[in-house]
């Protein structure tokens, strides 16, 4: 499978708990960060962002979950 191919699965848990979803796609681990590896910063972060999102409505997080999951 592709990479960057999201299973159904995956965009079932973005809708019911969107945090859960990009959890599993990402992680959520920051230790460790090369600031120069901005790709990698990024991805890292996605979590957060989801997370944060959810926090302050529920809609623009399933909203970014799913985006994070399909990019």
């Known amino acids: 499978m592709e990479p960057g191919t999201a299973t159904c699965l995956d965009i ?8 859960l979803g990009v959890f599993l796609k990402f992680g959520c681990k920051l230790c460790g960060i090369r ?3 901005r790709q990698n910063l990024w991805v890292q972060v ?10 302050l409505g529920y809609i ?3 909203i970014y979950a799913v985006y994070a999951i399909t990019k």
């Open 46 to 55: 996605e979590f957060w962002i989801c997370l944060v999102l959810t926090l």
């Open 60 to 62: 623009p997080g399933i």
């Open 35 to 37: 600031l120069a590896d």
């Open 12 to 19: 079932i848990l973005a809708i019911i708990l969107p945090p």
